[in-house]
T-cell receptor, first 114, second 115 residues
Framework: DTAVSQTPKYLVTQMGNDKSIKCEQNLGHDTMYWYKQDSKKFLKIMFSYNNKELIINETVPNRFSPKSPDKAHLNLHINSLELGDSAVYFC?????????????FGPGTRLTVT | AQSVTQLGSHVSVSEGALVLLRCNYSSSVPPYLFWYVQYPNQGLQLLLKYTSAATLVKGINGFEAEFKKSETSFHLTKPSAHMSDAAEYFCAVSDQETSYDKVIFGPGTSLSVIP
């Protein structure tokens, strides 16, 4: 029974297209995150939601828009995809919005923009 | 702003040898520190975390880390490496200076285990 799941696992698309990545967690957590991991494995937070409220919004292009329909789901929509968007995107969740909480990561979505 | 550095982007050890992965942080307040492991083509999972209860923290799979305030370090060790330990390891610090909720990850260290 997967704790944090993401779909799709792989996404290959052309520049200019719009795509979405979905994330679901069944841990009962109230905080969820999106991270981007580049080709050098560097991990950077993009967004975080707590009980459907946006609490972290890092400096990412406006083309990226998160949406949290409920506290178990956090989706990421990307408009007008660019080559530089190619990366692995990870969803994560944690029990609370405190600084000591462990984060649980999904398996990642490998996005390739051609 | 807080930051994390990991000395050595790639570390190789022989099977059965000591594993030492280095992590240094910068923080003006007592930090919360984490080590995560990422196996190939998987997400990250927590190895251990320091939350000021004890300076020597034991984690899963035989790993442990020691918090040394004077050295601003949180190095990860394992007495005897196993082939299954080959993975990417990330040290992370919670950002208490600018955001209550953000965790900052280090650049990662890739561990190879030689048979």
């Amino acid at each position: 029974d997967t704790a944090v799941s993401q779909t799709p696992k792989y996404l290959v698309t052309q520049m200019g297209n719009d795509k979405s990545i979905k994330c679901e967690q069944n841990l009962g957590h109230d905080t969820m995150y999106w991270y981007k991991q580049d080709s050098k494995k560097f991990l950077k937070i993009m967004f975080s939601y707590n009980n459907k409220e946006l609490i972290i919004n890092e400096t990412v292009p406006n083309r990226f828009s998160p949406k949290s329909p409920d506290k178990a789901h956090l989706n990421l929509h990307i408009n007008s995809l660019e080559l530089g968007d190619s990366a692995v995107y990870f969803c994560a969740s944690s029990h609370g919005r405190g600084r000591s909480y462990e984060q649980y990561f999904g398996p990642g979505t490998r996005l390739t923009v051609t | 702003a807080q930051s994390v550095t990991q000395l050595g982007s790639h570390v190789s050890v022989s099977e059965g040898a000591l594993v030492l992965l280095r992590c240094n942080y910068s923080s003006s307040v007592p930090p919360y520190l984490f080590w995560y492991v990422q196996y190939p083509n998987q997400g990250l999972q927590l190895l251990l975390k320091y939350t000021s209860a004890a300076t020597l923290v034991k984690g899963i799979n035989g790993f442990e880390a020691e918090f040394k305030k004077s050295e601003t370090s949180f190095h990860l060790t394992k007495p005897s490496a196993h082939m299954s330990d080959a993975a990417e390891y990330f040290c992370a610090v919670s950002d208490q200076e600018t955001s209550y909720d953000k965790v900052i990850f280090g650049p990662g260290t890739s561990l190879s285990v030689i048979p």
